[in-house]
């Protein structure tokens, strides 16, 4: 759980309102900058609007009719028997082969989180040929399934960088090759080695914990907030940030802030106030103020600012990482490290901004469900007397509704949407959604309902255990005036069976829901 996206701080409505969200939104509202944007009230639909997505070849807006069937991943259609039915009759068929077909592939999708050290290999290891042939049933059922290679972004959205998808005209070979008896046209021993870096080659500063973490929480799931001190003597560009998970079997996922040296004593008062390393945290740092800089999960590479570009970070400045710690197993105390390169202030860079946009989260129980926890006023309470405060209702009033206008959402899905209006103008590095386990559907879209609509984030179904930054391949400009609307869609047969019936809302426990966006932009040239 936790909040994605990040900028410097907003003033859409009292600073008193403000100040309260930013200390427990990971400074959330924080994000909301200059830029954050004012915005526009808009009416809830009574069902999702976020539709099905059965034609993933069209770019235009989608149809907003209500859908009452939940969005799959399907396996893609090159695969099918249709895949053969044009060959001419007197065309030569190649047949699909290792080095031709799938080495490539494994290389290039694969390679890179799978290879000896890498995010993926505690649970694959891919270092040679015969090591994709002697589990190919396995790789055909991930590929075929969705669930490998990791790229939750549909085809609805812009073209990305770094995209791990494997289209279909290179998949239809890769099962072709397996269903003929996986042979290898290579020697087995043949390294297959990641087309991509994965690791910041031979990084300014390599920033370890202020000590290991050793789960004395004694929780399953464990939210940590671990404290890195850079030691940075002077004002310098964060140009490279990356994440290195320590404890892999463990560590299911992290998302990094840039925290002030104001706040440094009150970091250290949270840490001395909570046995072990760090704190317990919750959808950010608690801290007043942290600038979101970056979201691990297996396979994610290295945060790298577009050239020219980069982060302004002060002597006394540090870094929070909030870990989320799945103990399925007993480990050592884990020290996931950071990785840093810098410049010094004299280059002549450009600043990057990170806005950061919360869009409400209102999910009340089904009708065939019942207890006294579906009382929102119930929850409520108990979220402010556990975190301080309900940034649900802030974010509300925010967009324009209240609780009244999700309490017809009770056939077990439930909808959320904002529009907010661009005040800063820039070029965008990066999109990210953010939504917890109940999330099913995600999108951003850039100015809605007009003849310059983009699609910029599609995610049909929702996972949380793979939240990437998205590069657009293409040039994409906010202008003062445009519009963003985000949508989130959540599903209840999602959530947890062992847990008490409950209504859902915006708050920062992991069995709460979010619908946090991030915009990263740099200076319009």
């Given at each position: 759980?936790?909040?994605?996206?990040?900028?410097?701080?907003?003033?859409?409505?009292?600073?008193?309102?403000?100040q309260?969200?930013?200390?427990?939104?990971?400074?959330?509202?924080?994000?909301?900058?200059?830029?954050?944007?004012?915005?526009?009230?808009?009416?809830?639909?009574?069902?999702?609007?976020?539709?099905?997505?059965?034609?993933?070849?069209?770019?235009?807006?989608?149809?907003?009719e209500?859908?009452?069937?939940?969005?799959?991943?399907?396996?893609?259609?090159?695969?099918?028997?249709?895949?053969t039915?044009?060959?001419?009759?007197?065309?030569?068929?190649?047949?699909?082969?290792?080095?031709?077909?799938?080495?490539?592939v494994?290389?290039?999708?694969?390679g890179?989180?799978?290879?000896?050290?890498?995010?993926?290999?505690?649970?694959?290891n891919?270092?040679?040929?015969?090591?994709?042939?002697?589990?190919?049933?396995?790789?055909?059922?991930?590929?075929?399934?969705?669930?490998?290679?990791?790229?939750?972004?549909?085809?609805?959205?812009?073209?990305?960088?770094?995209?791990?998808?494997?289209?279909?005209?290179a998949?239809?070979?890769?099962?072709?090759?397996i269903?003929?008896?996986a042979?290898?046209d290579?020697?087995?021993?043949?390294?297959?080695?990641?087309?991509?870096?994965?690791?910041?080659?031979?990084?300014?500063?390599?920033?370890?914990?202020?000590?290991?973490?050793?789960?004395?929480?004694g929780?399953f799931?464990?939210?940590?907030?671990?404290?890195?001190?850079?030691?940075?003597?002077?004002?310098?560009?964060?140009?490279?940030?990356?994440?290195?998970?320590?404890?892999?079997?463990?560590?299911?996922?992290?998302?990094?802030?840039?925290?002030?040296?104001?706040?440094?004593?009150?970091?250290?008062?949270r840490?001395?106030?909570?046995?072990g390393?760090?704190?317990?945290?919750?959808g950010?740092?608690?801290?007043?103020?942290?600038?979101?800089?970056?979201?691990?999960?297996?396979?994610q590479?290295?945060?790298?600012?577009?050239?020219?570009?980069?982060?302004a970070?002060?002597?006394?400045?540090?870094?929070?990482?909030?870990?989320?710690?799945?103990?399925?197993?007993?480990?050592?105390?884990?020290?996931?490290?950071?990785?840093?390169?810098?410049?010094?202030?004299?280059?002549?860079?450009?600043?990057?901004?990170?806005?950061?946009?919360l869009?409400?989260?209102?999910?009340?129980?089904?009708?065939?469900e019942?207890?006294?926890?579906?009382?929102?006023?119930?929850?409520?309470?108990l979220r402010?007397?556990?975190?301080?405060?309900?940034?649900?209702?802030?974010i509300?009033?925010?967009?324009?509704?209240?609780?009244?206008?999700f309490?017809?959402m009770?056939?077990g899905?439930?909808?959320?949407?904002?529009?907010?209006?661009v005040q800063?103008?820039?070029?965008?590095?990066?999109?990210?959604?953010?939504?917890?386990?109940?999330?099913?559907?995600?999108?951003?879209?850039?100015?809605?309902?007009?003849?310059?609509?983009?699609?910029?984030?599609?995610?049909?179904?929702?996972?949380?255990?793979?939240?990437?930054?998205?590069?657009?391949?293409?040039?994409?400009?906010?202008?003062?005036?445009?519009?963003?609307?985000?949508?989130?869609?959540?599903?209840?047969?999602?959530?947890?069976?062992?847990?008490?019936?409950?209504?859902?809302?915006?708050?920062?426990?992991?069995?709460?829901?979010?619908?946090?966006?991030?915009?990263?932009?740099?200076?319009?040239?």
């Amino acid at each position: 759980s936790s909040s994605v996206s990040d900028d410097s701080h907003c003033s859409v409505t009292s600073n008193i309102a403000q100040q309260a969200v930013v200390a427990f939104v990971a400074v959330a509202i924080a994000g909301c900058s200059a830029s954050q944007t004012e915005p526009v009230a808009i009416e809830a639909p009574s069902v999702t609007t976020v539709p099905e997505r059965g034609d993933e070849t069209s770019s235009s807006a989608p149809e907003t009719e209500p859908s009452s069937s939940t969005t799959t991943n399907v396996p893609p259609s090159s695969v099918s028997d249709e895949s053969t039915d044009d060959t001419d009759s007197g065309d030569v068929v190649v047949e699909a082969t290792f080095s031709s077909a799938v080495a490539p592939v494994m290389s290039n999708n694969c390679g890179s989180c799978h290879n000896p050290g890498g995010p993926g290999s505690v649970h694959w290891n891919l270092s040679e040929a015969r090591d994709v042939s002697e589990n190919a049933q396995f790789i055909r059922a991930a590929l075929l399934s969705g669930y490998m290679p990791p790229w939750p972004a549909s085809n609805l959205g812009v073209a990305y960088k770094n995209s791990f998808a494997i289209e279909d005209e290179a998949l239809a070979p890769i099962i072709e090759w397996i269903d003929n008896g996986a042979v290898l046209d290579v020697d087995p021993t043949t390294p297959v080695i990641g087309g991509r870096s994965v690791r910041i080659e031979d990084p300014d500063l390599v920033v370890p914990p202020t000590e290991p973490y050793d789960n004395e929480s004694g929780r399953f799931d464990d939210y940590r907030c671990l404290v890195y001190y850079p030691k940075i003597e002077r004002t310098s560009w964060l140009r490279k940030l990356q994440f290195i998970p320590d404890q892999t079997e463990v560590v299911h996922h992290a998302l990094g802030y840039l925290v002030p040296a104001s706040q440094i004593e009150a970091a250290r008062q949270r840490d001395l106030d909570d046995p072990g390393s760090g704190w317990e945290c919750f959808g950010g740092t608690g801290l007043a103020e942290d600038t979101y800089l970056v979201g691990w999960a297996p396979g994610q590479l290295p945060l790298e600012y577009p050239e020219g570009t980069g982060l302004a970070i002060e002597p006394g400045d540090f870094f929070v990482v909030q870990v989320h710690y799945h103990y399925e197993i007993a480990v050592d105390p884990d020290a996931s490290w950071l990785e840093i390169d810098v410049e010094p202030a004299t280059s002549d860079l450009e600043p990057i901004s990170i806005t950061r946009y919360l869009t409400p989260a209102e999910i009340p129980c089904s009708t065939d469900e019942e207890g006294p926890l579906c009382d929102r006023d119930v929850i409520a309470n108990l979220r402010r007397v556990e975190f301080g405060q309900l940034p649900a209702d802030f974010i509300n009033a925010s967009c324009g509704v209240t609780p009244a206008s999700f309490a017809h959402m009770t056939d077990g899905v439930a909808w959320s949407s904002c529009d907010r209006v661009v005040q800063e103008p820039g070029e965008i590095v990066s999109v990210l959604g953010h939504m917890h386990d109940l999330g099913a559907q995600y999108r951003m879209t850039l100015n809605p309902g007009t003849d310059r609509e983009e699609i910029l984030l599609d995610i049909p179904d929702w996972d949380y255990d793979w939240q990437y930054s998205y590069r657009p391949v293409e040039t994409i400009e906010l202008q003062i005036g445009d519009v963003l609307r985000f949508e989130c869609t959540w599903e209840r047969s999602r959530r947890d069976p062992n847990l008490a019936p409950a209504y859902v809302l915006w708050s920062y426990g992991s069995d709460d829901e979010m619908c946090f966006s991030s915009v990263t932009t740099r200076p319009l040239k």
